[in-house]
């Protein structure tokens, strides 16, 4: 009887330590298996005038990027930033120039084109309503004129105008009389 309960607890002590074993190999002590993360997508910006650090920024894209990101990327404004000539709610992309203008040079600019220029149309600060007096500017190329230039910043010269997408050499010839920066 003896025997038997000696084999009977070695054969149990076996099983025990087989199974322990078993448990040992086949647990997984290693970290869980991670996936890999998408690629953050980014663009760059580049944001010049009246901006504290004029630079290239660059932002993750959350597919709800604005001006106002960028410009506050480069530092914020400045205090002679004129927030009236850029629309800082329209959207970004990649690649896209952002130029805030000095409130005191469209100040001048426009003083000085009602002084001089009698019934010249200023391009730089002229509403959609006035842009459309010009012989072969409608509405919306009206439009597209201011939305150039809360994009790009102020007309540097009246031939930047042929910038604008509907504006070529004929049109220009049209009215470049007509206008003045």
């Known amino acids: 009887m003896k025997k038997k309960f000696l084999i009977g ?23 869980p298996l991670e996936l890999p993360t998408p690629p953050v997508k980014k663009i760059s910006v580049y944001v010049s005038g009246q901006v504290k650090n004029i630079s290239v920024v660059e932002l993750e894209d959350n597919g709800n990027l604005r001006f106002v990101d960028a410009v506050n990327m480069a530092g914020g404004l400045t205090d002679l930033a004129d927030t ?20 005191e040079i469209l100040l001048q600019a426009q003083n000085s084109s009602s002084a001089n220029s009698g019934d010249l149309v200023n391009i730089n600060t002229a509403d959609a309503e006035r842009l459309a007096t010009l012989k072969g500017i409608g509405p919306s190329l009206a439009q597209r004129i201011i939305d150039y230039r809360e994009q790009n910043g102020a007309f540097k010269s009246v031939d930047e105008i042929k910038n604008v997408r509907g504006i070529g050499d004929k049109k220009f010839d049209a009215f470049k009389d007509k206008i003045t920066i």
């Open 9 to 31: 607890f070695g054969i149990a002590a076996l099983v025990t330590l087989a199974v322990f074993f078993l448990i040992e190999i086949f647990s997984d002590d290693s970290p």
């Open 84 to 103: 009236e000539a850029v629309n800082l709610a329209a959207p970004l992309t990649d690649g896209q120039h952002i130029h805030i203008p000095t409130k």
